[in-house]
RNA sequence: UGGGGCGUAGCCAAGUGGUAAGGCAGCGGGCUUUGGUCCCGCCACUCGGUGGUUCGAAUCCAUCCGCCCCAGCCA
């Protein structure tokens, strides 16, 4: 993983910079991550949770982990556990500061009372659809409510019912008494409660008014005595609404500090799109290993670190953008290059026999695990007369740059011999290539000194006695398009071909012990994850994390275009 | 047509009046028992456009253009 997280800099922290230079806050930093537990955390979250806990972190600050759970109707503990899961896998911990909006509703509630003690809040008998109508439009101002200026003590008495459970949901609402002509909706006269008769998943009935966001949330960060509150751009609108409450509160007062939330090329990342893939069975579920979702890259095969050297590497700034998904599979395989034993594993079989090796002699060859990490140390691989080679890695008519296997031509099998093709069998119904005869040169043996010839090909390969059977996944693109939500049903830009599952693959014998969640590269094709739920001993099962580059199969991308 | 933001290479992104970092992608070459890795080179005479201020402008001013967000009792 590369350190450029401590040398990066972006706006956010030049903004802090600034307020220690003239010791606002007394100097500290304290931010918090604040989900609300009504989905799972997708690559996005990711790059809120590393700003909270990575600024946190640069400037021996705290961060706090807060749920937002003001809308019973929407949340659930399900989330709230899976959101923890992630959070903590991605590697931050925040300590003994787990909190939850819900956790202040008391208060919360006081705050009200005083608001409408100061004539800064009141009680709207108005409806949904009425309020909606006396807003105004973005062009013309909203109207005040006829119950706008309800004495104190009629709004006291009214809010305390609405809590009592007198009314019916929807019946009324708190508002703050701000200004229905402010050409920033959020300020005309914003609702701050909402009766709701829902059983909230941590306060069970005890309530049946519930706070909203714009409401609750700079209470809570005042609170916490948050520093920075760091939230994404659409809620850049609101900061006026967040400064006037806690202006009219008179309490300590964070700064809002927005930033431009992360898109994704190839996928999709709301909530909405990824719950309508679940529900709609495009994926198997929130940990499809085709999901942006942290869980779903979890089961992929990504690693926390790759996550968070991304998470650092594209940047914090106010510009919508859309980030290149090749460039979190560079991350994957920069974290995975030196970490991943390198094994041999033959996805598509061909039979190869060599003719001229002794039948039935089995001989151990040496093969370290990673030639540029030594530390990984080295196996045994067993070679004999009959190995698989991959079907790929044999033409039987080549162009002029393919070096691998074909008739009459050489090639070397990793940590084993050259070998050259004497003949080709094929099916005779169908014509298809079904076995190689070859011969091998006995004075090539890798290790042996001097080194024999060169030849311009090396192949992975399996000895086909002890090969291991097992079924490999293979991952694309969840979509087509690289902006697939431009489409209104986004769901017509689905890659068909986004999973493939190859089941005769044979792998090096050693592979028996794979032990599920763990990460290999398989030689010359890319990373792998014993898939932590379907792998079993005797019936292995692997998820491609990412494919090594392929200059071949650009090269031939790139002639089928012309 | 109200308000709030944003425009630096194909994609991210630094840059805060002194003459355009870095990464990804791409292209060319070297090395290679992984067509991987690694190494070397190329890739913005110009910062959305146009005027202006200045010895000097991506940075300041004016104006125009484009894109995003806001009319939930969601967050």
Not at 218 to 247: G, M, V
Not at 297 to 304: D, F, V, W
Not at 435 to 447: F, I, K, M, Q, V
């Amino acid at each position: 993983m590369t350190d450029t997280n401590t040398m990066t800099t972006n706006f956010i922290k030049n903004i802090i910079n600034d307020h220690r230079r003239i010791n606002r806050f007394d100097s500290r930093v304290h931010t918090r991550f604040p989900p609300e537990p009504n989905g799972y955390l997708h690559i996005g979250h990711a790059k809120s949770i590393c700003i909270n806990f990575g600024i946190a972190g640069d400037y021996a600050g705290l961060c706090n982990l807060r749920f937002d759970d003001t809308n019973p109707t929407k949340e659930d503990v399900e989330y709230v556990e899976s959101i923890l899961e992630d959070v903590r896998w991605l590697g931050f911990d925040w300590q003994e500061r787990l909190f939850y909006a819900s956790d202040y509703f008391e208060e919360l509630y006081q705050c009200a009372v005083q608001l409408i003690k100061n004539e800064k809040a009141y009680v709207d008998d108005l409806k949904a659809d009425e309020i909606r109508e006396y807003r105004g439009t973005l062009t013309a101002p909203g109207k005040e409510s006829p119950y706008r200026n309800r004495s104190v003590e009629e709004n006291l008495d009214l809010f305390r019912r609405m809590r009592e459970g007198e009314f019916e949901d929807g019946a009324r609402v708190l508002r703050a008494k701000i200004d229905m002509a402010s050409p920033n909706l959020n300020l005309r006269d914003p609702v701050l409660y909402r009766i709701q008769h829902a059983r909230h998943h941590r306060t069970g009935d005890k309530w049946c008014i519930y706070p909203m966001y714009d409401y609750a949330h700079p209470i809570s960060d005042s609170l916490e005595k948050i520093t920075h509150s760091i939230c994404t751009l659409e809620f850049e609108d609101h900061r006026p609404l967040y400064d006037w409450l806690l202006d009219a509160l008179g309490v300590y007062h964070p700064q809002q500090i927005e930033f431009a939330r992360l898109n994704l090329s190839h996928t999709v990342m709301s909530k909405r799109k990824l719950r309508q893939l679940v529900e709609g069975g495009y994926v198997s579920g929130w940990d499809d290993p085709r999901m942006p979702t942290i869980s779903g890259l979890r089961r992929r095969g990504y690693t926390p670190e790759s996550i968070k050297d991304f998470c650092d590497r594209i940047g914090v700034a106010k510009a919508n953008s859309f980030v290149d998904r090749a460039f979190l599979d560079h991350c994957i395989r920069e974290d995975l290059h030196l970490k991943a034993p390198r094994v041999m594993a033959v996805l598509r079989p061909l039979r190869v026999v060599i003719e001229n090796y002794p039948e039935g002699s089995v001989e151990m060859l040496d093969a370290e695990y990673n030639a540029e990490n030594p530390e990984l140390g080295s196996r045994q691989m067993p070679f004999s007369q009959v190995v698989y080679i991959e079907q790929d890695d044999f033409m039987e008519d080549p162009p002029k740059k393919f070096f691998r296997l074909a008739p009459g031509r050489e090639v070397r099998l990793k940590h084993a011999y050259i070998i050259k093709c004497e003949r080709v069998v094929k099916d005779e119904q169908t014509g298809e290539v079904i076995e190689l005869r070859c011969t091998y040169d006995p004075d090539t043996r890798s290790g042996m000194s001097p080194d024999t010839r060169k030849v311009k090909g090396t192949l992975h390969w399996v000895s086909a006695e002890q090969a291991v059977k097992a079924e490999v996944r293979l991952y694309d693109h969840l979509f087509l398009k690289e902006h697939p939500e431009e489409d209104a049903n986004f769901t017509t830009n689905l890659n068909p071909n986004s999973l493939e599952v190859l089941t005769g693959c044979m792998l090096e014998p050693v592979m028996t012990g794979a032990e599920r969640g763990t990460r290999y590269q398989f030689l010359r094709h890319g990373y792998f994850f014993v898939d932590p739920l379907d792998s079993q001993t005797g019936a292995l099962v692997f998820n491609r994390i990412v494919s090594l580059k392929d200059s071949w199969a650009k090269i031939q991308k790139n002639k089928a275009q012309k």
